[in-house]
């Protein structure tokens, strides 16, 4: 592993982690694409600032808990320097990642919602109920709505987002990239079928000059071997967001080593994801630097778990502590850790 630069504020070593960035690159791109990694403790709210100040957040965390994770996302916003987000993205109609819709734009300005369509666990209580209240937002037509298919490039300037499933749908072809059979798809084991929101979450592949981010919602095992096998559409990633948190039911070897991050993020909470099966396909992936995590997970004990330098929120009460990317478009990028202070760098390959 690499080593960290030495405690200091973000903003004060940003320039020194990501090498100032190349000097061939645009202007605009002197200064990075940030992204925040919120703690709503087990839930997704995934915060991304282009240089020019535009946002997209991917989820919201849950509902309740007065306010918490509305608060904990506009503090995030605040950090970043923007008043307003743009884009909210909804991967799928669970509690810990639509419920806090409502509190949320009740907190700070959205532009537009983009989702993947109708909820589809129509027998499920909890996701009816979140999924009534998020069409009540809707309803309000304050805010412009796209629902997002496979394929799609959306309205967001300054880093391509492109879908890549949707609706238990999965792009056709091969992106730029992808393309090639996935060796890792020999061994693998057929999973059950998902009959809940899970795999008709909407991923999207994130592109900011030669940095590729994946975030697959929580996408499950069943839809992940569509996407990887036996052809990778994918290709490989610079940064892969755990999915599902880091459960059992997502994260196969099949996508994980197909994609081959460099670094993943496992936005899990205390009790919530970091199962130890998935934490073993992260940590044996191929070409692998470094796993961050959230939380200490207590599923996966000291055997399944990072060393606390690689941890935003160590067993204990909760003080939300939070992970935080800067990238510069020649694929260089720095992890901060706001519990620690401590920055490590990952120059461009």
């Known amino acids: 592993m690499r080593g960290f630069l030495a405690k200091g504020t973000f903003a004060a070593a940003l320039s020194l982690s990501l090498g100032l960035f190349a000097s061939a690159a645009p202007a605009a791109a002197t200064k990075p694409l940030q992204v925040y990694f919120v703690d709503v403790e087990g839930g997704q709210a995934t915060l991304f600032v282009t240089p020019e100040g535009k946002a997209l957040l991917i989820d919201t965390g849950w509902p309740g808990n007065n306010g918490r994770d509305a608060d904990r996302i506009a503090a995030a916003a605040k950090d ?7 884009f909210v993205l909804i991967t799928h109609y669970h509690d ?15 532009g537009t919602f983009i989702d993947h369509g109708e909820n589809r666990e129509t027998s499920d209580a909890s996701a009816s109920r979140v999924f009534a209240a998020y069409q009540e937002l809707l309803s309000s037509g304050k805010y412009k709505h796209i629902v997002a298919k496979p394929g799609e490039v959306l309205p967001i300037t300054g880093m391509q987002v492109r879908v890549v499933t949707a609706d238990g749908q999965v792009i056709e072809r091969a992106l730029p990239g992808g393309g090639k059979e996935n060796t890792n798809c020999a061994n693998a084991a057929k999973p059950p079928v998902d009959v809940t929101e899970n795999p008709r979450s909407l991923g999207t592949l994130i592109t900011f ?9 929580d996408l499950t095992a069943d839809k992940e071997l569509e996407l990887m096998c036996p052809m990778n559409k994918i290709g490989v990633v610079d940064i892969y967001i755990a999915s599902h948190h880091g459960f059992f039911q997502s994260g196969s070897a099949a996508l994980v080593h197909g994609i081959a991050p460099r670094v993943a993020i496992m936005d ?6 970091g199962s130890p099966a998935a934490w073993e396909v992260i940590e044996k992936s191929p070409g692998l630097e470094d796993l961050w995590q959230l939380h200490y997970s207590e599923e996966g004990g000291d055997a399944h778990n990072v060393a606390a330098s690689f941890l935003a929120n160590l067993q204990g009460p909760d003080t939300g502590n939070y992970l935080k990317v800067a990238a510069a478009g020649d694929g260089s990028f720095a992890v901060f850790n706001s519990r620690t202070r401590e920055i490590k760098k990952y120059a461009a390959r």
């Open 96 to 110: 810990d990642h639509v419920g806090g819709a409502p509190q949320l734009a009740a907190k700070i300005p959205v």
């Open 209 to 217: 000059g030669k940095l590729r981010i994946l975030d697959l919602g």
């Open 268 to 273: 899990n909470g205390a009790k919530k994801g």
């Open 80 to 86: 970043a320097g923007i008043k307003k987000i743009d």
